[in-house]
């Protein structure tokens, strides 16, 4: 679980799969909230062996506003790129 755009990429670096990987919204109370009540749940269901494994189900996940789960078909609008910034230019100096 991670708080971040690159939540299931870091997560895919340490072998962990995209079902129990969840990105939450950190600027929203209730989206943290929903984020560890997933976890804490999954977690019970697993340890009673209710549960094959920890994943997230879509609806937890949405819940938690994850935007970025690579298995949803919908994706956030990128944000437009800024224009390169000029470099400084020294062509014209007298001396």
Do not use: C, L
């Amino acid at each position: 679980m991670g708080a971040s755009i690159d939540a299931y990429d870091q997560a895919g670096k340490m072998g962990i799969g995209v079902n129990a990987t969840m990105s939450y919204d950190s600027t929203r109370p209730e989206a943290a909230r929903a984020a560890f009540r997933a976890s804490g749940a999954n977690t019970m269901s697993y340890a009673k062996g209710m549960a094959a494994d920890v994943s997230y189900s879509a609806s937890q996940k949405a819940e938690a506003g994850d935007k970025w789960d690579p298995a949803r078909t919908m994706r956030p609008p990128t944000a437009a790129a800024a224009p390169p910034k000029s470099k400084a230019h020294v062509d014209e100096v007298d001396i």
